[in-house]
């Protein structure tokens, strides 16, 4: 290698940065490379810095096969650098908003093979992102659940939105039912792949079971007991009636629903 081709190349990069292009010339010109190539800072003549790209190859050999010459190109790319780091920023804001969302979200191709997902969507299934992208759904959420859910995927793949909800258990073993959504995503007309949403309603739904217990227990008292039970709305309309009270008026529950109750008691 000769030290006159690295001289030359550290008298043009000035910003220390730009420094890390050496490894990549000096495996270039080792002959470990057929080019180098490298993005880095400079500072042009007005005082401001720019990004450029630097681009080159040995052009000229010793007549002992090392390198002579070192051609190369430089572009300015800093409008390129701006909008890539625009677009990073981007990412990284709308990662932190997935992230605090309460619910899971994740995304599946067309192939229904894992992209991303938050962080929420990572804890419950117990795995990091670096061991779910890329897994079939089926090998995600595993096979009985994937045998009830792909009828839904296979319909948002098809362009129509999906919600339903699910009972399964989470990566801590523990019982949990959830909303789940499965949202296209559209472009130009065609599905690339769908949205997974999935809200946890563990606790509504463990609160509407005990509702319905305790209304079951409290028909079930209601037509049990020896005396007459009649309830009505606000308006006095009769809205239930046990067995005792049909006896009594001679009414059946399903006659008198919706009666006034002075039509069916005579008070």
């Not at 005396?227 to 009270?245: E, K, L, R, S, Y």
Request: net charge negative.
């Amino acid at each position: 290698m000769s030290a006159a081709l690295d001289a030359a190349v550290l008298a043009v990069i000035k910003d220390a940065s730009a420094r890390a292009v050496m490894p990549r010339y000096q495996q270039h010109v080792a002959l470990e490379s057929a080019s180098y190539e490298f993005e880095h800072r400079m500072r042009h003549r007005n005082g401001q810095w720019v990004w450029v790209l630097l681009r080159g190859q040995v052009s000229v050999w010793n007549a002992d096969g090392t390198p002579e010459r070192v051609t190369g190109t430089l572009r300015d790319v800093t409008e390129q650098v701006g909008a890539r780091h625009e677009l990073q920023r981007t990412q990284a804001h709308l990662q932190a908003i997935m992230n605090a969302v309460p619910g899971l979200i994740g995304y599946k191709d067309r192939e229904l093979r894992h992209q991303y997902g938050n962080v929420a969507y990572q804890e419950w299934y117990g795995r990091p992102h670096s061991e779910l992208r890329g897994l079939h759904v089926r090998e995600v959420i595993g096979e009985e659940m994937y045998r009830l859910n792909e009828p839904f995927m296979r319909a948002a793949l098809a362009g129509a939105e999906q919600h339903f909800e699910r009972s399964l258990t989470d990566a801590h073993g523990q019982e949990r039912h959830v909303m789940v959504s499965y949202v296209p995503d559209l472009h130009g007309g065609e599905v690339h792949g769908l949205f997974v949403l999935a809200v946890d309603i563990t606790s509504r739904y463990r609160a509407e079971q005990a509702l319905m217990e305790e209304r079951e227990w409290a028909r079930t008292t209601l037509q049990s007991i020896g005396d007459g039970v009649i309830t009505t709305d606000p308006q006095g309309c009769v809205t239930f009636m046990n067995p005792v009270a049909e006896n009594l008026t001679g009414w059946s529950a399903a006659e008198g629903s919706g009666q006034p109750i002075e039509g069916i008691m005579h008070l």
